[in-house]
């Protein structure tokens, strides 16, 4: 029977600390602030065994999300420029617009679906989505694939 691997994406306040260390001793390295995983490992507080142990299976999602497309979904306010607020956001990210789904506002709220293209030029997605998060009248941001 063939293994497979599953992905999650899950939000940093739900990850344990050894493993926001992990990226924090793989962005040292990168940087060439550390010259060894020894050094890495001990500006953050892990071993080098739990360092090598998760190094490969943990990364920063706007890290690997260049060239991929994202989906994401919402609920909205139905109120005048509020979409045009959020596509904004994403035009000034420098992200691509591929699909925009919109249910008919019931009770005042509208679900949205977007498919985002993410570039190499397009800045960080996961501040992209921050920032939608943080929109007035925008709730419940969830990305819901990536390929």
Do not use: C, W
């Amino acid at each position: 029977m063939a293994s497979t691997t599953d992905y999650y994406v899950v939000k940093e306040k739900a990850l344990p600390e050894v493993l926001l260390n992990v990226v924090k001793a793989k962005k040292l390295l990168e940087t060439r602030k550390v010259s060894s995983v020894q050094e890495a490992a001990e500006a953050v507080g892990i071993s080098r065994s739990s360092f090598y142990k998760y190094k490969d299976d943990i990364f920063l999602f706007h890290d690997n999300s260049q060239g991929t497309t994202i989906t994401i979904t919402f609920q909205m306010d139905d109120e005048p420029g509020l979409l045009s607020d959020v596509l904004k956001i994403i035009a000034a990210h420098g992200a691509n617009i591929l699909t925009i789904h919109q249910s008919i506002p019931i009770n005042g709220m509208a679900t949205l679906s977007l498919s985002i293209q993410i570039l190499e030029t397009t800045q960080d997605a996961a501040s992209m989505i921050a920032m939608m998060e943080e929109t007035n009248g925008v709730h419940n941001v969830q990305l819901i694939a990536k390929e």
